[in-house]
């Protein structure tokens, strides 16, 4: 984005000759006359500039004092005569002195141009932690050792197995044990990988954590001698998870029994958490504002006929062609 400020002077000289001034002074004659010329040029210079400004969309105001800060979209141009004050000298001091180059105004413009924009620099950006979800209601169990025994109504019972999380696939070892109700007596069967994984949901999104000592039931009846059958189902109310069916062959059975146990489902190590990416640093660019100035000074003069403070259709098409070109590099 660019802004634009222009400032300067208006100054209006007059040549040393003055022809017939009657009883006004000389000096004042000219002073005045340099004045005019000045607020003629002053007139057409905000004129100008207002409508080539216009065109780009920027309305200008005009200042009639120097300001000591810039105030960017504005312009500062002062007129002012000063007489022959400055001619007399270019005349060396000759008052019949009447050059075409004496009769003039001079206009002197400061032009600044503020750039402003953004230009990207190299950094390092910290990328945070990033964990995967792992909080489901989908599950799985897979029992892989159940036993029991019960004597006069009283029960035990334990089992070995897995519990996997299906949004993530990770598996955890852990096992049941507990006591209830139950009759018989049957050693440990050992599941041979006949069995697979019975799916289940919990009534909300939980993680390994939650299972780790949670309430759980063990109902089981089975017999077998070396190998053996077991319906067995596996309950974690607290979850909703009722009546998972884990039952299924297995080896080295002996014996009977019948029971339902409440007790805890407790993992044998640490549960896995969540996948995580560790926060880290990667290249990157970021984007930083700056601002700069370009300035140039334009320097030009108006030349007037001689005891005249109206500028010429020539003059005034000069003045014209430069306004529009300093507004063109806007």
Not at 42 to 61: C, H, M, P, T
Not at 87 to 94: L, P, R
Not at 215 to 221: F, G, Q
Not at 314 to 324: F, G, H, N
Request: glycine share 12%; with cysteine.
């Amino acid at each position: 984005m660019s802004t634009v400020f222009i400032e300067g002077t208006i100054i209006g000289h007059a040549s040393p000759k003055w022809s017939n001034p009657g009883s006004k002074n000389r000096l004042e004659l000219n002073r005045q006359l340099s004045t005019e010329r000045a607020n003629e040029v002053e007139i057409f210079v905000q004129d100008i500039f207002q409508r080539e400004l216009s065109k780009i969309g920027v309305n200008a105001e005009f200042a009639l004092m120097c300001s000591n800060e810039a105030n960017f979209n504005s312009i500062v141009l002062p007129a002012m005569g000063v007489g022959d004050s400055v001619t007399i000298e270019e005349a060396g001091g000759d008052k019949n002195a009447n050059e075409p180059a004496m009769r003039r105004v001079d206009i002197t413009l400061n032009v600044t141009h503020q750039m402003e924009g953004e230009a990207g620099s190299s950094v390092l950006i910290e990328i945070p932690e990033e964990c995967e979800e792992n909080a489901t209601d989908k599950w799985a169990v897979r029992l892989n050792m159940t036993g029991g025994a019960g004597h006069l109504g009283v029960g035990a019972a334990f089992a070995v197995g897995e519990i996997k999380n299906r949004l993530t696939g990770q598996k955890a070892s852990g096992g049941f044990v507990g006591g209830g109700i139950g009759v018989g007596l049957q050693a440990p069967g050992a599941d041979p990988g006949w069995s697979d994984w019975t799916n289940f949901r919990t009534d909300q999104k939980i993680t390994f954590d939650h299972f780790d000592g949670t309430l759980a039931r063990l109902t089981t009846a089975g017999a077998g001698f070396l190998i053996g059958y077991s319906f067995a189902y596996l309950s974690f109310p607290m979850y909703g998870a009722n009546s998972i069916s884990v039952g299924g062959f297995n080896l080295g059975s002996v014996g009977a029994d019948a029971s339902s146990n409440v007790g805890k489902w407790e993992f044998s190590s640490t549960p896995p958490g969540a996948n995580c990416i560790p926060a880290h640093m990667i290249p990157g660019e970021e984007m930083i504002p700056y601002t700069y100035h370009v300035q140039e000074e334009i320097t030009h003069s108006v030349f007037f006929e001689t005891g005249s403070s109206r500028i010429s259709d020539t003059e005034l098409s000069i003045l014209d062609s430069l306004i529009r070109s300093i507004v063109d590099a806007v």
